[in-house]
């Protein structure tokens, strides 16, 4: 078939943007450049653990020596209401550089670094524009929270991660789909339900993705959710787009089909993370069924059982957890940064002056952050003038990171700001979306609308740096005076 038959509008919708330009690779090298260092500079500060790291680089170094998760003081297995592949990602920095404030951290800036290059490849694929996905690479590596969280040995960074990793693999995916609609119907194929368009490689490794975030946390469930959703929403965009004539008809089956596989590739995925306690016989309820049945040993289903029992028990945990916390905060605040986190304080420390502060501070950006809601409500705007799915994405992604929190609100569970740093990319991401749009399309003769518009994107990144830059010190247990410390504390009582 010639290619010519093949329409240019159709062309264009299932074309792909190809291979990443050389601008790109240089924005990435730098931008992940400059956001390694932030992260690696003073890692080792403070030198004992703060705030949850008692936890995880414990348990981590648990798993390193028996498998799971483990009480030293009691020799019995540690009850734990977390999924252990966050765990043994921190017990990779232990393993290599020891246990120590460096070694059960380092994979936490890995992991942080590493997400901002994914969101960078991620934006260009979407935008075409290697400034923006600069911009979204810089703002990331410049957010208080994404910063503190890629210092620190718990475990929301690695979620995020993944969660980065599953995003760009759905995007990938979805070009690989249309760019194979495209090669059928170059080839003289028909867009029918019976198309043969190959295995989707990126789909599946998509779903892998996704089970690793949940064996992270729980909350990576949100996620899986909806990128199977998108699936079938960006199959259905995909038909459509290469002319099928019943193309909702045509793609409900394959995304039934889809949906199933995803989450039975993620389960397989989330279970595979607990080979350690599978492996023990050490693990807490392992061998809960013939301890509790008067059994000798276990029946060929009962690790399964076992593990289905500690996980309805670790539900309920969870689902009952309302024990007051002095930074705990509800969903409606994060955006507001209405009540961070305080990680480490220290009194005891050399500056300047004769009264001194070290102090962790988990505090997304201000200006960066105050900037997220503006945008979401411009977004939400362009998505509906533009009629443009890409805005559509980023704000589901983003909002699935806060809104399923307000479900337990009426059950007053226990909350706190980093939970909202799954959400942190897409937020960011739409923010960018509004600075392209700011800037509008290439210079026209006579227009000076694109100048205008890079003048306030570039004022805007300059501000967010500058403000980055004065917090810094808060969020790295630099050591400034006390004076200096309460200047950055901007709404007093609620940040102290």
């Given at each position: 078939m010639d290619t010519g038959v093949v329409?240019?509008?159709?062309?264009?919708?299932?074309?792909?943007?190809?291979?990443?330009?050389?601008?790109?690779?240089?924005?990435?090298?730098?931008?992940?450049?400059?956001?390694?260092?932030?992260?690696?500079?003073?890692?080792?500060?403070?030198?004992?653990?703060?705030?949850?790291?008692?936890?995880?680089?414990?348990?981590?170094?648990?798993?390193?020596?028996?498998?799971?998760?483990?009480?030293?003081?009691?020799?019995?297995?540690?009850?734990?209401?977390?999924?252990?592949?966050?765990?043994?990602?921190?017990?990779?920095?232990?393993?290599?550089?020891?246990?120590?404030?460096?070694?059960?951290?380092?994979?936490?800036?890995?992991a942080g670094t590493a997400s901002i290059l994914?969101?960078?490849?991620?934006?260009?694929?979407?935008?075409?524009?290697?400034?923006?996905?600069?911009?979204?690479?810089?703002?990331?590596?410049?957010?208080?929270?994404?910063?503190?969280?890629?210092?620190?040995?718990?475990?929301?960074?690695?979620?995020?991660?993944?969660?980065v990793v599953a995003f760009l693999l759905l995007v990938l995916d979805r070009e690989q789909r249309r760019a194979r609609w495209l090669a059928l119907l170059e080839a003289g194929g028909k867009p029918n339900r019976r198309a043969r368009l190959g295995v989707p490689w990126y789909r599946i490794a998509c779903a892998v993705a996704l089970g690793c975030a949940c064996a992270v946390k729980w909350s990576g469930l949100w996620y899986l959710v909806l990128f199977a959703t998108l699936v079938a929403v960006f199959d259905m965009?995909?038909?459509?787009?290469?002319?099928?004539?019943?193309?909702?008809?045509?793609?409900?089956?394959?995304?039934?089909?889809?949906?199933?596989?995803?989450?039975?590739?993620?389960?397989v995925t989330y279970?595979?993370?607990?080979?350690?306690?599978?492996?023990?016989?050490?693990?807490?309820?392992?061998?809960?069924y013939a301890q509790s049945h008067g059994l000798p040993h276990d029946r060929l289903v009962d690790p399964l059982v076992n593990l289905l029992h500690y996980h309805q028990e670790a539900y309920h945990f969870h689902s009952t957890l309302d024990t007051p916390h002095r930074y705990q905060s509800?969903?409606?605040?994060?955006?507001?940064?209405?009540?961070?986190?305080?990680?480490?304080?220290?009194?005891n420390v050399a500056c300047d002056g004769s009264s001194c502060a070290s102090t962790v501070l988990l505090l997304g950006t201000p200006l960066l952050w105050w900037s997220f809601l503006?945008?979401?409500?411009?977004?939400?705007?362009?998505?509906?003038?533009?009629?443009?799915?890409?805005?559509?994405?980023?704000?589901?992604?983003?909002?699935?990171?806060?809104?399923?929190?307000?479900?337990?609100?009426?059950?007053?569970?226990?909350?706190?700001?980093?939970?909202?740093?799954?959400?942190?990319?897409?937020?960011?991401?739409?923010?960018?979306?509004?600075?392209?749009?700011?800037?509008?399309?290439?210079?026209?003769?006579?227009?000076?609308?694109r100048l205008v518009g890079s003048w306030i994107a570039g004022i805007y990144m300059l501000l967010v740096a500058a403000c980055f830059a004065y917090f810094y010190p808060i969020y790295t247990g630099g050591h400034i005076t006390y004076a200096q410390w309460l200047g950055r504390m901007w709404l007093g009582g609620r940040w102290i």
């Open positions: 329409p240019a509008v159709v062309r264009r919708r299932l074309a792909g943007p190809g291979r990443y330009p050389a601008a790109f690779w240089w924005a990435a090298l730098l931008v992940t450049g400059v956001a390694l260092v932030l992260r690696l500079l003073n890692l080792g500060r403070p030198r004992e653990v703060m705030f949850d790291e008692v936890y995880y680089a414990n348990e981590a170094q648990d798993l390193l020596q028996r498998g799971v998760e483990w009480v030293p003081e009691q020799g019995t297995p540690e009850y734990v209401v977390h999924p252990p592949l966050g765990k043994w990602m921190i017990a990779v920095g232990e393993q290599v550089f020891g246990y120590n404030a460096f070694g059960w951290r380092i994979m936490a800036v890995l994914l969101i960078m490849m991620a934006t260009w694929r979407l935008l075409r524009s290697p400034i923006l996905a600069a911009a979204a690479g810089l703002l990331m590596a410049m957010d208080g929270m994404h910063l503190v969280l890629s210092r620190a040995a718990l475990l929301d960074v690695f979620l995020m991660f993944w969660i965009s995909a038909r459509r787009s290469a002319g099928a004539r019943h193309w909702i008809a045509d793609s409900l089956a394959p995304a039934a089909g889809w949906a199933l596989a995803i989450a039975g590739i993620a389960l279970v595979s993370a607990w080979t350690g306690w599978f492996a023990s016989d050490d693990g807490y309820f392992r061998h809960w509800w969903p409606w605040q994060w955006l507001l940064l209405g009540r961070p986190v305080l990680f480490a304080y220290e009194s503006p945008a979401l409500a411009a977004l939400g705007w362009l998505a509906i003038a533009r009629r443009d799915g890409r805005a559509w994405l980023f704000m589901a992604c983003a909002l699935a990171g806060i809104l399923p929190w307000f479900e337990s609100m009426p059950a007053h569970r226990t909350m706190y700001y980093f939970y909202a740093l799954p959400a942190e990319p897409f937020l960011v991401l739409a923010v960018v979306y509004v600075l392209g749009a700011i800037i509008g399309p290439p210079r026209r003769p006579g227009s000076d609308r």
